[in-house]
Structure formats: structure tokens, C-alpha cells
């Protein structure tokens, strides 16, 4: 394939609009149940035997997992933002039932304090990604196996049904993300080579590899998008089925097209391939995906989940916002300033109050309940307007505390395939 041919083939797949649906991928940390875990991540084959013993998920989600163990629930696409909420909670009820009855219990987290990152799925790709974050020297492997085993994320996607409507939704993505981010901050450090962070998940991004986690320009529009992939260093080549080879001169997708490579040049399938090794906060995939936030424990991921879809989703609540602070449409240096400081930056705090009050507001056009609409500005009362984020709400109750308890059931109403991206 040529450079046009590639570019063609990004646009088409990610560019175009998809179908109005709605979907939540959560990832959580599992470890022992016992007052006092051992160190160290638990057997991986136990847990993944807890995790399948009762079948599939009652809510029809997909379980997977990230190198380090961590266990991610992706819903079926739904065609409601109440739909969508209601099966994770369904489904994450189940999954907390089977872990708890063989000894172990998951827990919401950004970053796993409890033990070094650890590897615990042996494959061909993480082997390859492990390969290729050392070529890039010591700091580059740290982060890399950081961000592969020891950070947990919670993302919202959202599908649109033309690309004009996903156009306008990368463009409030890019808008609400920093706040939010900050405002559901959930993993923070004191001192460190890179000092205090109220995101240490969100702030390690930056450090693994700028071409494929730094956040992409948003003012010019999602043609963008197309020339990121293109500039993206090539993670991995696919030398077969189970054949991962990793590229460790700095080869960009572009330069693949244009020189070759040994093994060849990319067609299809490797250009497909490729897109999934691209890690910014915001991502295209024919949807968006809103990948910035940290796991939480119920009831802030639903609050999260909410404010973030009803933000992007309804037509003008983003625009409603205006310009951000500082005046950075892109919002390079607010993602930044939310990993590092977070609520406690004051312009960050403002604009993370303000998204809350006006995705509130938006939410109220949607198919959500108006208990659910009290609780959710009742948390952003006891903690935004404070300038709390999830692990700095202390009077907030089971609100703080990791692994809270099980959010509760209500109905399912999701249809549709697609917005299940996969993780790490």
C-alpha cells in the first residue's frame, strides 16, 4: 500500500460515523480478599478460572485481560447512556460474586500501589511490546511496563451516526477531557522523578512514546487523526498468526509505506493492526474513544461515565463551554497540567466545576433518572466544587474507598456491535 492508500484506508475505518450507540470499558485490579494480601499479583490462572466459572457475563459483556493481570469488562454496544451504565453494573456485580467466592476481590484504582508491575500474560504481543519499549532506553521500558501491568483506565466510546456529528464529538472530546480527567483523578503520587501527580496512570502515558500517547491537535479537525497514524512510530510487525516481531529503529507507518521494511510493506491487515498500538487520550476508531480517565469505584465511575458521554454526546453542551482556560483550544498543556496538578491547578478546578454543571444539565435531555441526576450532582457537591478528586474525597464515604461495594441493578437496553476497542 502507498502513503495515499494507507491514508484512505484511516480515514474510511475511523473518519466516518457509525451508529448512535453507547459503550463502557472498565478495568480493575484483582487481589486477594484476605485483610493482609500477599505480595504480588495473584495466580493468574485462578483468577481467570473465577472470572469464567459462571459462563458469560448476564449482561452480555466481554471479559479480557491486560498484561499485568488487570480484568476489563466491555459492554455490548447499547443504544442508551442508561443502557449502558445499567449492564456494567450487572455484569461488574457477577464479576465481583465469582472472584469473591474463590478468595479474591477487584479493586478501582489508576495505578496498582500494592506490588511492582508484574507481567502475568505471556503472549507473543506483550513479548514484542516489552521488546520494543526497551529499545528506547531504560525510562522508556519503565513506563512502558508501567502503563502494560500496573494502570487500570475507565473509557467511555461513543459512536455517532455521520462524520460530521464524529468531527463535532472529537472536537468536545478534546474540549471536556482535561477537566475530566482531572476531576476523576484517581491515582496520585508524592515526589518521584516526576514529582507530585494527581493522575500517576495518566501522567505515565506521556513518558512511554510521544508518537503514539501524546494527545492530538483537535482544532484541525479529525483529518488529524490521519496524519498521527501516519507519523506514529510502527510498534510491531506481524510475521504471523503468532509471530510478533518488534520495530526498534524508529520506523514511522509513513516510512513503512514509502521504504519497506525486511519482512516487506504493509498492507491492510497491518495498517488495521497498527491503529491499535496508538494510545492517546482521545482515539478514532469510526467512534470515539474517550481513553483519559482513571478506574474508579462506584458510584464515581457512573458519574464519570455520564458526565463525559453527556458532554460529547449533546449537541452543544461542549460549545457551551467556550474556549478553555489559558486559551489552548488544543489543550496540550492541560492534559499536563491534569496528570500533574489536577483539581488543585485553580483555572483546571474552575473548568472541571463548570463541565460538571453544564454535562449536568445536559444529561437532563437524556434517558436518565432523576434520582441518578440527584446523586451524581450531589457527589459533584461533595467533591468537585471542593476540589476533590475520587482519591481525595475523604468525608465522601464509600465514595473513596477503593473496591467500594456493588453498584445495584436496573434494567438492560443494549443492541448493536462495535465500540469494544480491547485494551492495552
Not at 157 to 163: K, V
Not at 226 to 234: E, F, G
Not at 311 to 320: M, S
Not at 342 to 360: I, K, Y
Amino acid at each position: 500500500m502507498t502513503r495515499r492508500d494507507i491514508a484512505d484506508r484511516i480515514a474510511e475505518r475511523c473518519l466516518r460515523g457509525a451508529a448512535e450507540r453507547v459503550g463502557i470499558e472498565a478495568e480493575w485490579f484483582v487481589t486477594e480478599a484476605a485483610p493482609r494480601p500477599r505480595e504480588g499479583p495473584p495466580p493468574q490462572s485462578r483468577v481467570a478460572a473465577a472470572c469464567d466459572s459462571g459462563g458469560p457475563l448476564p449482561a452480555g459483556g466481554r471479559l479480557s485481560w491486560e498484561p499485568g493481570g488487570q480484568v476489563e469488562i466491555s459492554t455490548s454496544p447499547a443504544t442508551t447512556l442508561a443502557g449502558a451504565i445499567a449492564s456494567l453494573e450487572i455484569d461488574e456485580d457477577a464479576l465481583r460474586a465469582r472472584l469473591g467466592r474463590a478468595g479474591y476481590r477487584i479493586e478501582a484504582a489508576g495505578v496498582n500501589w500494592r506490588h511492582a508491575p508484574v507481567r502475568v500474560i505471556d503472549s507473543a504481543r506483550y513479548r514484542a511490546m516489552e521488546q520494543y519499549f526497551a529499545s528506547h532506553g531504560d525510562d522508556a521500558a519503565a513506563a512502558g511496563r508501567r502503563m502494560m501491568c500496573g494502570t487500570a483506565a475507565l473509557q467511555v466510546n461513543a459512536g455517532s451516526s455521520s462524520a460530521a456529528e464524529t468531527a463535532r464529538r472529537w472536537r468536545a472530546a478534546h474540549r471536556v477531557g482535561p477537566a475530566l480527567a482531572a476531576a476523576f483523578a484517581n491515582s496520585p503520587t508524592q515526589g518521584g522523578a516526576s514529582g507530585s501527580c494527581a493522575s500517576a496512570r495518566l501522567d505515565n502515558w506521556w513518558a512511554v512514546d510521544p508518537t503514539r500517547t501524546a494527545p492530538v491537535p483537535a482544532s484541525a479537525g479529525t483529518g488529524k487523526w490521519v496524519d498521527y497514524c501516519l507519523a506514529a512510530r510502527v510498534m510491531l510487525i506481524r510475521a504471523g498468526e503468532d509471530d510478533f516481531r518488534p520495530v526498534t529503529g524508529g520506523m514511522t507507518l509513513g516510512a513503512w509505506a514509502d521504504d519497506g521494511h525486511a519482512l516487506g510493506f504493509p498492507d491492510g491487515g497491518d495498517v488495521d493492526y497498527h491503529l491499535t498500538t496508538l494510545f492517546p487520550p482521545v482515539r478514532l476508531r469510526g467512534w470515539i474513544e474517550m481513553r483519559f480517565l482513571d478506574a474508579v469505584p462506584a458510584p464515581w465511575w457512573q458519574a464519570a461515565v455520564a458526565l463525559t458521554y453527556g458532554l460529547v454526546a449533546v449537541d452543544g453542551a461542549a460549545e457551551e463551554l467556550g474556549t478553555p482556560p489559558g486559551g489552548d483550544v488544543d489543550g496540550v498543556a492541560r492534559w499536563r497540567t491534569a496528570s500533574r496538578h489536577g483539581l488543585a491547578d485553580p483555572a483546571l478546578a474552575a473548568d472541571a466545576l463548570r463541565c460538571c454543571e453544564v454535562g449536568l444539565s445536559a444529561l437532563a435531555g437524556l434517558d436518565v433518572s432523576g434520582a441518578h441526576l440527584d446523586a451524581w450532582g450531589e457527589l459533584v457537591d461533595r467533591s468537585v466544587r471542593r476540589g476533590l478528586s475520587p482519591a481525595a474525597a475523604d468525608d465522601a464515604g464509600s465514595f473513596a474507598r477503593v473496591g467500594a461495594g456493588p453498584a445495584g441493578g436496573h434494567a438492560v437496553g443494549s443492541t448493536g456491535q462495535g465500540l469494544q476497542s480491547g485494551g492495552t
